[in-house]
T-cell receptor
């Protein structure tokens, strides 16, 4: 039973549009992460947060931004979508040193 | 810095055969180790994890993994593969100290032949 939710599951959008990918978790986890994954490829960390009002960029440079105003919510925003942003975006949360709990992902296509 | 190597990009096994997926890590101390599985178009699901203690850990779906410090390995095994096991498998390492981000391997794509 998933306790971390990502919406939408699929999104097709035109170039130049602003989009927000939603990620919410009900477990009260402090740490949250965004990964970008191309089909059949490895995961690249693009943003993470260790608590409210704390956000950091990950290992892969990304034009997206994130916010963490509430513990349970960690949205990712693209101000102006481009075809190069087409990918799957995975959100995860973590408590302490334990493993991540992942959402089902958002598959974004920019046309 | 910690790192993970999964040397096999693709593996094909017959249904009912045994499976071993390789994972080697690099980390200065005793790591936290994880195996995840990803079905097409889905997020990652935790199969099992190793923190300390018994080096053979049992997970869900009949999988197990063995931590071998001398070989810096954490290979995933299953004695008899089912067609539904076809998926992408990721090994990950986490640090026992501060900073809890996981580092993932590049994944191994498992194909099961009927």
């Amino acid at each position: 039973e998933a306790d971390i939710y990502q919406t939408p599951r699929y999104l097709v959008i035109g170039t130049g549009k602003k989009i927000t990918l939603e990620c919410s978790q009900t477990m009260g986890h402090d740490k949250m992460y965004w990964y970008q994954q191309d089909p059949g490829m490895e995961l690249h960390l693009i943003h993470y947060s260790y608590g409210v009002n704390s956000t950091e960029k990950g290992d892969l440079s990304s034009e997206s931004t994130v916010s963490r105003i509430r513990t349970e919510h960690f949205p990712l925003t693209l101000e102006s979508a481009r075809p190069s942003h087409t990918s799957q975006y995975l959100c995860a949360s973590q408590q302490g040193n334990y493993g991540y709990t992942f959402g089902s992902g958002t598959r974004l296509t920019v046309v | 810095a910690q790192s993970v190597t999964q040397p096999d990009i693709h593996i094909t096994v017959s249904e009912g055969a045994s499976l071993e997926l390789r994972c080697n890590y690099s980390y200065g101390a005793t790591p936290y180790l994880f195996w995840y599985v990803q079905s097409p178009g889905q997020g990652l699901q935790l199969l099992l994890k190793y923190f300390s203690g018994d080096t053979l850990v049992q997970g869900i779906k009949g999988f197990e993994a063995e931590f071998k410090r001398s070989q810096s390995s954490f290979n995933l095994r299953k004695p008899s593969v089912h067609w539904s096991d076809a998926a992408e498998y990721f090994c990950a390492v986490g640090s026992t100290g501060g900073g809890n981000k996981l580092t993932f391997g590049t994944g191994t794509q498992l194909k099961v032949e009927l």
